[in-house]
T-cell receptor, first 117, second 114 residues
Framework: GAVVSQHPSRVICKSGTSVKIECRSL??????MFWYRQFPKQSLMLMAT?????????EQGVEKDKFLINHASLTLSTLTVTSAHPEDSSFYIC?????????????FGNGTRLTVT | AQSVTQPDIHITVSEGASLELRCNYS??????LFWYVQSPGQGLQLLLK??????LVQGIKGFEAEFKRSQSSFNLRKPSVHWSDAAEYFC????????????FGRGTSLIVHP
């Protein structure tokens, strides 16, 4: 089945620094990837849709200058949290469609636990 | 716009007992429906999906779900729960047509007692 690899699984950084999270589709090509944020005991909040070769589409309320998304190839999307602050601490999960059809189920990475001190 | 309601935040069952997790959706037409499971600190794994056809859908790990249009529901069931089933369960609905991006419910935490 389709596998999505996310790295790192955990990261601790100091306030004001930037952190990059990678999301890779290992055995399939993903023209579209999705970045979610999950607060403790809550659902997944879609942050942005990452499109290969074009700009990401951000959901309302998500700062695009703070959460930089780059989808440079068909197998890699990156999320960079710039000038991180403690309120950015969260669980970030990426996902990708498992097939070309729009109704293909999403396959998820294992998430990245970001802690900003 | 579509929305999903999972009315139960926590469900506690004994190992070996049956399980039903509730999911209600709001959408103007027949949606795509999914159930995902999330273990602590992990991503989400697809349990099953409904697109069309038979309203009783079989998934992995012995789970099944039934789409009931009249009730706008897609409840997840398992006849006998194992301790390893303890996890967070998310119902999701996707709109047909357009770019399709699923909307997730807030999740139900399943606790299994030995």
């Amino acid at each position: 089945g389709a596998v999505v690899s996310q790295h790192p699984s955990r990261v601790i950084c100091k306030s004001g620094t930037s952190v990059k999270i990678e999301c890779r589709s290992l055995d399939f090509q993903a023209t579209t990837m999705f970045w979610y944020r999950q607060f403790p005991k809550q659902s997944l909040m879609l942050m942005a849709t990452s499109n290969e070769g074009s700009k990401a589409t951000y959901e309302q309320g998500v700062e695009k200058d703070k959460f930089l998304i780059n989808h440079a190839s068909l197998t890699l999307s990156t999320l960079t949290v710039t000038s991180a602050h403690p309120e950015d601490s969260s669980f970030y999960i990426c996902s990708a469609r498992g097939g070309e059809q729009l109704n293909s189920p999403l396959h998820f990475g294992n998430g990245t636990r970001l802690t900003v001190t | 716009a579509q929305s999903v309601t999972q009315p139960d935040i926590h469900i506690t069952v004994s190992e070996g007992a049956s399980l039903e997790l509730r999911c209600n959706y709001s959408y103007g037409a027949t949606p795509y429906l999914f159930w995902y499971v999330q273990s602590p600190g992990q991503g989400l794994q697809l349990l099953l999906k409904y697109f069309s056809g038979d309203t009783l859908v079989q998934g992995i790990k012995g789970f099944e779900a039934e789409f009931k249009r009249s009730q706008s529901s897609f409840n997840l069931r398992k006849p006998s729960v194992h301790w390893s089933d303890a996890a967070e369960y998310f119902c999701a609905v996707g709109a047909r047509g357009g770019s399709y991006i699923p909307t997730f419910g807030r999740g139900t935490s399943l606790i299994v007692h030995p």
